[in-house]
């Protein structure tokens, strides 16, 4: 990745073994979270076949991106937090409500000062 573009940025799962590669390696890395997805103790994602993997709540995938971007933390599934670096949020586009759901993130963000850039 380097040798093809040194601006690229390595976009990855916060706190996965990519991301640790890619520092590593001295590429420049970012850290993504997501707003409606279920975390483990470990800070790891929830495994979609277990039970709390999808929050389908949208004032609680609204309350955890807000917490991870502002507290670098998410409150997880057994209720203990684990610390996650929030570079970039992930949204999926599929949902009924996605278009929705990110306007009112991105207005959570302008509330509470949250600087939203690409």
């Known amino acids: ?13 916060a706190g996965s073994e990519l991301i640790r590669a890619g520092a590593r390696l001295g590429l420049t890395t970012r850290q993504e979270v997501f707003a409606d997805r279920g975390y483990k103790a470990d ?13 389908t709540s949208e004032p609680q995938a609204l309350a955890q991106t807000l ?3 502002r507290l670098g933390q998410v409150t997880t599934i057994d ?8 570079d970039t949020v992930c949204l999926h586009g599929d949902g009924e409500h996605a278009l929705a759901f990110a306007r009112r993130l991105r207005a959570a963000f302008a509330e509470q000062g949250i600087l939203v850039s690409a």
């Open 43 to 55: 800070g790891s994602l929830v495994p979609r076949t277990q039970p709390g993997a999808l929050i």
């Open 1 to 13: 990745m380097r040798d093809y573009n040194p601006h690229c940025i390595l976009v990855g799962l």
């Open 67 to 69: 917490e991870m971007v």
């Open 79 to 86: 209720g203990t937090t684990a610390k996650v670096q929030a």
